[in-house]
């Protein structure tokens, strides 16, 4: 797939490109020029409030929750900062515990706290980015207030069970979130079935545009708003909702459910294509042997630099991550790979494929041919400085 022209895009789990289904649902509001405000109580505004109610029935449809439970937000940034700040506002500060590998806007939300009062521990993960159930038992027992767990790595593509970490979380008295922006349309998603009190979604990741997201929140669970004023989202988020962003999240979602399990498997047969060649290759695969999302496969070539690997392929072409988009700009190696116990060095050359419903293996075989090539020049150079 190309987001631009002449190039091949592999770096989807940053942002997908949008859905035909959702092209068409923003397109149908945007040229409704009957579109009102929805708190607005004439006719235009009650059609845009129309819009917005199926929107979020749709979603709670598909994600086996109640219409009462989705509060739309600007994305899963937000939806994270809602549910953490704003369970941690209601409570005394305690301790707060996330998972060593949660995307910054769990990880830097979690550490804000810690500079209000609240003591943060990071729950580890093994050497495949697993969460240790052995330490994660060692600390419930210390009774944290709220627990935090994703789904599925943005980087890494590694699933936890979060189920079983939930009931125990909850038996032991915590508030319980899940970052699943990376999970969905990907898997099959119930927050109830997950057993967690919110679950974030982020609707440019599976098809949507950006600037749209939900925090999927139990009704027993009130949080202090972050934004105040009109009391829109039941009061759980202020600001004129975008009714074009969520009618369009609402079809991408139904889109990628409906083409989930024929592109599963598809998306699978990509990936073995894709990791024999980098074994090939030399390529050493992060969380390989873990349950992973079947497009995302998170890689480094011993000796190379992941950012320099990258602007050779972008330059050639081909479109990847070196982690997660939001912190590529900064230098140094993930917090991820670094929590699992890879080494410093080969964690720097960290580079992610992440593919979608309209990667080929063309795709593939052209991406494993350039890697090879940009492999080759990046070891010529270092060859012709040392001398
Ligand atoms: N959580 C995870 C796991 C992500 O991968 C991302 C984006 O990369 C986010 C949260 C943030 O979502 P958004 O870009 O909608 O703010």
């Known amino acids: 797939m190309s987001l631009a022209a002449g190039s091949v895009y592999l770096d989807w789990n940053a942002t997908a490109p949008l859905a035909a289904a959702a092209r068409a649902a923003l397109h149908a509001c945007l040229d409704d020029e009957r579109l009102g405000n929805p708190s ?29 439970e989705i509060v739309f937000t600007s994305g899963g940034t937000e939806a994270n900062a809602l549910f953490l700040r704003g369970a941690a506002a209601r409570l005394e500060p305690g301790l707060i515990a996330v998972s060593a590998v949660e995307h910054s806007s769990v990880y830097e939300t979690a550490r804000l706290l810690a500079a209000h009062g609240w003591r943060l521990v990071e729950i580890p993960v093994d050497a495949e980015g697993r969460i240790d159930p052995f330490a994660f038992e060692r600390i419930l027992r210390e009774r944290p207030a709220i627990v935090s767990v994703m789904l599925a790595h943005n980087e890494t593509g590694v699933i936890q069970d979060v189920a079983s970490l939930a009931r125990a979380a909850r038996e032991a008295g915590a508030l319980v979130h899940c970052d699943a922006v990376q999970a969905v349309g990907k898997m099959p998603l119930s927050r109830r079935a997950l057993g967690v009190h919110a679950l974030t979604l982020s609707g440019h990741k599976f098809g949507a545009p950006t600037g749209i997201g939900a925090l999927v929140l139990a009704r027993e669970v009130a949080l202090a708003p972050l934004l105040t004023g009109g009391g829109q989202e039941a009061g759980r988020r202020s600001g004129t909702e975008n009714v074009p962003g969520a009618m369009a999240m609402a079809a991408a979602l139904v889109e990628a459910l409906e083409a989930r399990e024929s592109l599963h498997a598809r998306l699978h047969a990509l990936q073995q294509r894709l990791e024999a060649g980098l074994a090939a290759q030399g390529a050493v695969i992060f969380g390989a042997s873990a349950a992973r999302l079947p497009n995302t496969t998170f890689f480094a070539l011993p000796g190379l630099e992941g950012a320099a690997l990258a602007g050779v392929l972008d330059r050639t072409g081909f479109a990847v991550g070196t982690g997660s988009a939001c912190s590529s700009g900064e230098p140094g190696a993930p917090r991820s790979l670094l929590a699992m116990g890879v080494p410093e060095a080969l964690a720097r050359g960290a580079v992610r494929v992440s593919t979608g419903r309209s990667t080929t293996e063309a795709d593939i075989d052209g991406f494993l041919a350039a890697l090879a090539q940009a492999a080759g020049q990046l070891r010529r150079l270092a060859a012709l400085c040392a001398d």
């Not at 009650?46 to 979603?59: D, G, K, N, P, V």
């Open 40 to 68: 607005s109580l004439h006719a235009a505004g009650r059609r845009a409030r129309t819009l917005l109610e199926e929107a979020r029935r749709t979603l709670a449809e598909c994600l086996e929750s109640s219409p009462e």
